[in-house]
C-alpha cells in the first residue's frame, strides 16, 4: 500500500464526521477486532487445508520407510508378482509371494463390480431420472444410510448369512468364497457409487432433458441418449472409486473370503485379500523383522494401486480421456 | 423501414395461404401451485400463419406455449385448465404424449446445443423415431440445416460438438433440430434473445420462408419482430389475453383495447 492509500480513508473520515459518527476518527492504521479474527480464520483454514496433505504425504513417507529395506535386502519381485506361496512365517526358508494376494483382491473386486455396477447406475437413474418428490427424497436418504453402514457389520453378514446361503443353494463345502466376498463388497460398494453416480447425472443441465423431452423423446430415451452420454465421464469416476473402495476394504474382505491362500479358478474357491493379510498379520509380527517390511511392501503396493484408481477417476472426471 | 415494407408484402401476399384452424385455444387457464400465470385465453391459431404473442415479462406467453405440447407434464406444480384442440382433437386426449410433441416444435429462448455432433443433434428426433438408414439421415440433416440457414457454415465440421458452436449458431442448430422432427407446428419462444442482430435477421428470413410449410407461432418480447414477421399477433399482460388482431391494425392504431396501443408504443413493459 501506497501513503496516499492510507490517508485517503482517513480523509473521508475527518470530513465527514457527522455522517459516520461511530467511526473512529483515524481508522486507516487501526486495525480492530475485525481484521484479527479475519486472519486467524484465514489461518486455521490454510492449516486446516494444508494438513491433508501433510498427512498423506505422511503417511506415504511412513509406508515407504517400513518397507523400503525389504525391497532393497530380500525383495525378489518376480517372486513378489508370480509366486502364489505367501510363506512368511517359514522357519527354514520365507517366501513372499503376493500372487494368490493380488488375484485374491482382484477377483474379489472384479466380481464386486459385476455385482455393483448395475445395482448402483439403476439405482442412480432411477433416482435421479424417474423417481419424484417424496419417494425420491426418501430413496436419496435411503441409499446414504446404507453407505454408513460399518464394514464389520457387513462381514457379519457375510460369515452368517451368506456363508450358510451359499453352502445351501450352491451344494459347497465352505461358503466363505469369492462369490460371498463379492456379493458383500458389491453391495457395500453400490451405495456410494451410487450417490457419486447421480449426482454426475445432476449435473447434466435440465434444458438439455426439456429439449429432447420437447421433441418428443420418451424419458428412458431422454435417459439413453441425452443424459447418459453428458455424463459419461462421471459414471465412470463413480465406477473407478467404486473399484478403489474394493481394493482397499478389509474387514468385510477378511471375514468373507475365507482367508486361505489361494489362486481361485472358480468363484466357489476360498482367497486371501492384500488388505487382509495385512490386518491380520502385521499384529503378530516382530516391528522391524522381514515379515514386517514385507507387510509394508503390500502396503506401498496397495497405496500405489488406489492412487492410480483414485487419479484415473479424477482425470476422467474432467474429461481429459475424451481429448 | 424497407425491412417492414418487404414484410408487408410478403405478407399479403402470402394471405391467401393461411387457412383451417390449427389450434383452438377455448377457455384456458394456467396455474403454478395454486398462483395463476394464465386466465381464460381463448383463440385460435390458423394454418399456415405466423402467430405473434407479445407482452412484457410474466404476461403467461411461455406458460401458453408450453401448454401447447403438453409440456406442462415435465413440471409437477403446474396446472392447466380450458381445452386445446390441436387438429381439431384436443391435446389432453392424445394417448400417446410423444407423438404429440413431436408434431409441435419447439424453440426455447436460450439455444441448448445438446452435448452431442451436429450432425447427431439434427439426427438425434429421426433416430428417435426409428430412422436408421445412413442415407436418409444425411438427408435430413442437410435439408434440416439448409432450412435453418446453417448449412454452409458447418458442412465441413458436422462432427464437431453443438455445444462449441457460437450463440446464434447453436440457435440456428436448435431450429435445425426442432425442424427434423417434421413438425406441423413450431413454438418459438423468444428466439432471439441470446442472438445478434444479423443473425436475428437471418433466422426471420427463415421463418418466412417456413410459414408456406407449417404453422408458428412467435413468443417475443420485440414488439418490432411481432410486426416483421406475424400476421396477426396476441397482446398478453399479467396473465390475460388483451386482444387478439391483425398486426397491422394493432401497429397502426386501431386497438381493441387502449392498453395494447400504450404497450406497443413502448409506454410501458
New interface residues.
Partial sequence: MTPTDMSRPADISTRQPDSAPHRARDDADRRGFDWYVDKAVQLIVFVGGISAIIFIFGIFIFVTREGVGFLFEGFDLVEFFTSPRWMPTSSSNPTYGAAALILGTASVTGLAMIVAVPFSLGAAVYIGEFATGRSRETLKVLVELLAAIPSVVWGFIGLSIMNSLIVRIFDVPVGLNVLNAGIILGLMAAPIMTTIAEDALRAVPDTYREAAEAMGATRWQVVWRVVLPASKNGLMAAVLLGVGRGFGETMAVLMATGHSINIPDSIFDSVRALTATIAAELGETAVGSEHYRALFTLGIFLFIITFLINLTADLVVRGTGDR | MTAIDTGQHQRSADEGLAGDVKIDVRNLSIGYAGKSALRNVSLEIREHEIFGIIGPANSGKTSFLRAL?R?DE?T?SMTVDGAIRFNGRDVREWRNA??????I??V?P?P?G???SIYDNVA??P???GIRKKQQLDDIVERCLSRAALWDEVRDRLGSLGSLLSGGQQQRL?IA??LS?DPELLLLDEFSIAVDPVTTMRIEDVLKELRREITIVLVTNLVQQARRLASRTAFFLMGECVEVNDTEAMFTGTVKDPRTREYVEGRFG
Avoid: H, K
Wanted: aromatic share 12%; charged share 20%.
Fill in positions: 405440447n409440456m415435465f409437477e410423444y407423438a404429440l410433441r413431436r408434431r416444435g419447439v426455447f436460450l441448448v445438446l452435448p452431442m438425434l428426433a433416430r428417435l423415431s436448435t433440430r426442432a422432427q
